[in-house]
């Protein structure tokens, strides 16, 4: 199973040598690093272990000054590798990454004593002693880079460790960006730590909160080359057609749809000091750190404001921080409302599938959307949705569909003691425009006819304005193609929905069997010549202009014809009748 370790501890304690000692390479690859002798960011390197497993190994800076370095490589580690140097014991830096390991839920390690052959015994096992106290249940192996004292056993002690580690690879494929480069005849190249899931060569991300489709070409593991690449690796990618500027550390590359891209997120808080409410702080998420507010739920969540969007998911770790270390959380909801209450928050902080869906589903919802946001198996989610309601392959809350049920029987019983001609809504406008749309519909207990809703039994009737309305086509038949004023339009959309008018212009009207003869002469007209002009039309049917002008426009809207400068054709599926 693909591990990545990362090491943590004080400036100069020996992380940098220690790696090198263990894989060969020097992770310290900046001039500056080199210069001044310190790691300044994150470095890289595989590591075979003698059983034959290879490990991803992230080597971090020590120094205060880099800290935020070091969270970005922390946040996608599997493993710790704990470095305190013999001849000092541990330091600020050793006991703040020790909590910020802490803090992203990486409780898996093994301790380093360094420099062991530079510190008397006597001093060795002092340090060691407080290692153990320090980092409770892990194993401490005192080790020298310098006389490779050491090695084989904390090699040892890393391959035991890594064989009790359980992982769990389920999900979409996501990647958190923590470099971006350009190589000569292959271009932009990211890399980061695989979070989830797997890639291959073809395979089609989204990057966010850039907002980018990207193609992978290929994929490495840790400079070789690779068919896919698993949930646990360090990974580089190469993205043809993307600009180097376009991506940079703390962008996401993840299966598109899969996650939610959110401004907000809940969390349970842990604290290491107190953090106020609408305390300004900066969270740390994945290999992003971004400004934020947090606004505090009870005493042990909040939510957390953002000042950029973030790719999250249930499940996922953050650390907060000002000038120091102040906390972090898991998040319990990675696209909350606005508004967050203590006894939802209780429930999506369960380790149960049907209080948490219980919490967070409201409005309908895919059981694929809610596998990404809960990070619960599909097969899990299946045997907790028993309390929630479906229609087709939507999900959502009993409180929900009655809520809408509510909400249209309101208004068309409004309408039916309003007498109005036609007691129906049309669909759209008795239900959003939205996906769910038709599978609910049936669940709302109404009559759908034609393109709209109804009570039970409601019908739409002229009642006694029938006589009107007779009245009122007997003066179009009179008319002919010259458009009537109609003032009632209550009763112009009755009588067109019925078929026994046509509605032109703003208000006027005229009878179907001049709207059907003046449509047989457009048809016959543009067949033999092509085209149609308006001054044509109006000779053709010898009236004014107004008239003609206003029943092209309505052929115009009926989909029957098309404009193009001073003259009219025929659309194709017109012609074809």
């Not at 940098?16 to 300044?40: C, F, H, M, Q």
């Not at 390991?101 to 004593?113: E, H, N, Q």
Request: aromatic letters at 4%.
């Amino acid at each position: 199973m693909p591990l990545t370790v990362g090491t943590a501890g004080h400036i100069d304690h020996g992380k940098t040598w220690l790696v090198r000692a263990l894989t060969g390479k020097d992770t310290d690859r900046l001039p500056e690093e080199k210069e001044r002798g310190i790691s300044i960011d994150l470095g890289y390197a595989p590591l075979d272990l003698p059983g034959g497993q290879r490990l991803s190994l992230i080597d971090v800076p020590g120094h205060e000054r880099f800290i935020r370095n070091m969270v970005a490589g922390a946040s996608g580690i599997d493993l710790f590798l704990l470095v305190i140097d013999a001849t000092e014991g541990p330091r600020p830096q050793t006991h703040e990454h020790l909590a910020i390991l802490w803090l992203l839920g990486i409780r898996s390690g093994v301790v380093a004593v360094t420099k062991a052959d530079a510190a008397d015994p006597a001093m060795v096992e002092l340090v060691v002693g407080e290692a153990r106290e320090l980092v409770p249940g892990a194993e401490v192996v005192p080790v020298s880079a310098k006389t490779r004292e050491g090695l084989e056993e904390l090699e040892s002690a890393l391959e035991t460790v890594a064989a009790r580690r359980e992982k769990s690879a389920a999900g979409p494929a996501r990647l958190y960006v923590d470099r971006v480069f350009t190589l000569h005849g292959i271009g932009t190249v990211v890399t980061g730590t695989l979070w989830s899931g797997s890639i291959r060569a073809g395979d089609e991300l989204r990057a966010e909160p850039a907002g980018i489709d990207v193609r992978v070409r290929s994929v490495e593991v840790h400079d070789e080359p690779v068919e896919v690449a698993e949930a646990g690796q360090r990974v580089a990618l190469a993205l043809p057609g993307v600009e180097r500027t376009a991506l940079r550390r703390g962008d996401a590359l993840a299966e598109p749809g899969a996650y939610p891209l959110t401004y907000r997120v809940d969390v349970e808080l842990v604290e290491l000091e107190p953090i106020s409410d609408h305390a300004r702080v900066h969270v740390h998420h994945g290999t992003a750190e971004i400004p934020a507010r947090v606004v505090r739920v009870g005493k042990r969540f909040a939510q957390l404001r953002l000042a950029e969007p973030v790719v999250a998911a249930r499940g996922d770790h953050v650390v907060l921080r000002a000038a120091t270390t102040l906390g972090g959380g898991w998040i319990v909801d990675p696209a909350p409302a606005r508004s967050s209450d203590e006894a939802r928050l209780q429930l999506l902080a369960s380790d149960d599938p049907a209080s948490v869906l219980s919490a967070l589903v409201h409005e309908p919802v895919l059981l694929r959307d809610l596998s990404a946001r809960t990070m619960f198996s599909p097969e899990q989610l299946e045997h907790a949705v028993g309390p929630l309601e479906r229609a087709g392959e939507w999900y959502f809350s009993r409180i929900w569909l009655d809520q809408i049920r509510r909400e249209v029987l309101t208004r068309l019983t409004l309408r039916a003691e309003a007498g109005v001609l036609d007691p129906g809504l049309p669909i759209g406008e008795a239900l959003p425009a939205t996906p769910w749309a038709e599978d609910v519909l049936p669940l709302l207990g109404l009559e759908r006819r034609e393109g709209k809703v109804y009570l039970p039994g409601s019908v739409a009737s002229l009642g006694e304005r029938e006589a009107e309305a007779e009245a009122l086509e007997t003066k179009l038949t009179e008319a002919g193609f010259s458009p009537v004023p109609v003032d009632d339009a209550e009763l112009a959309r009755f009588l067109e929905d019925s078929g026994r008018l046509i509605r032109v212009g703003d208000g006027l009207a005229i009878g179907i069997d001049a709207y059907e003869q003046a449509k047989g002469t457009l048809i016959e007209e543009c067949e033999r010549a092509g085209t149609i002009t308006l001054a044509r039309f109006r000779d053709l049917l010898g009236i004014s202009r107004k008239p003609a002008q206003l029943l092209l426009e309505r052929f115009d809207a009926d989909g029957l014809t098309r404009r193009i400068g001073d003259e009219r054709v025929l659309r194709r599926a017109a012609g074809a009748r």
